[in-house]
């Protein structure tokens, strides 16, 4: 099984980046899957969530209204737009999959069984 992230970089504030997750190995249509990030010196927190069939979605609260989880199973992709990035964004943002949590614990790292390797975000003022 391999998650792999790619579209981070580096933006000025206000600007946008389209964030992928492609998965292999497995068949990932009928997973959840989340996105998380975790800044230098900080713990790794969920940033969103959307579930198999992409009809449920979860938002941390800093990022809603600026950020859009999709996916397309067809092509085992998880997609995070970000829009209006602020710095407060910058951080490795990881994708995860196989959920075994319910969805009010969809912010829960130990509920997720597969992880990328990450795909660095930075956001300057």
């Known amino acids: 099984v391999q998650l792999v992230e790619s579209g981070g970089g580096s933006v000025q504030a206000g600007g946008s980046l389209k964030l992928s997750c492609t998965a292999s190995?497995?068949?990932?249509?009928?997973?959840?899957m989340g996105w998380f990030r975790q800044a230098p010196g900080k713990e790794r927190e969920g940033v969103s969530f959307i579930s198999w069939n992409g009809q449920i979605t979860y938002y941390e609260d800093s990022v809603k209204g600026r950020f859009a989880i999709s996916r397309d199973n067809a092509k085992n992709t998880l997609y995070l737009v970000m829009n209006s990035l602020k710095p407060e964004d910058t951080a490795m943002y990881y994708c995860?999959?196989?959920?075994?949590?319910?969805?009010?614990?969809?912010?829960?790292?130990?509920?997720?069984?597969?992880w990328g390797q990450g795909t660095q975000v930075t956001v300057s003022s």
């Open positions: 995860a999959t196989d959920f075994v949590g319910s969805y009010g614990t969809w912010y829960r790292e130990s509920d997720y069984n597969y």
């Open positions: 190995g497995f068949t990932g249509s009928g997973y959840c």
